[in-house]
């Protein structure tokens, strides 16, 4: 479910952050490409950060 709302905001920052985008440089705006980008760049750091946060710290003693 987690990743469902990850998609979803992250679909719709991407329209909103690609809208404003292509009017400031004057671009064309596709909103299903724009919106579908962003959604798995969205789930991918997602996903990285959650799979960094769960390994365990080394300590300089273990690495001996």
């Not at 400031?24 to 724009?34: D, G, P, S, W």
């Not at 760049?41 to 959650?50: D, F, I, P, Y």
Request: aromatic share 12%; proline share 2%.
């Amino acid at each position: 479910m987690r990743y469902l709302t990850v998609i979803f905001w992250g679909f719709i920052w991407g329209e909103v952050i690609g809208y404003i985008g292509g009017q400031l440089e004057l671009l064309n705006y596709n909103a299903y490409e724009i919106g579908i980008v962003s959604a798995i760049v969205c789930l991918v750091v997602s996903t990285a950060t959650h799979l960094m946060a769960d390994k365990p710290a080394v300590s300089d003693e273990a690495s001996k």
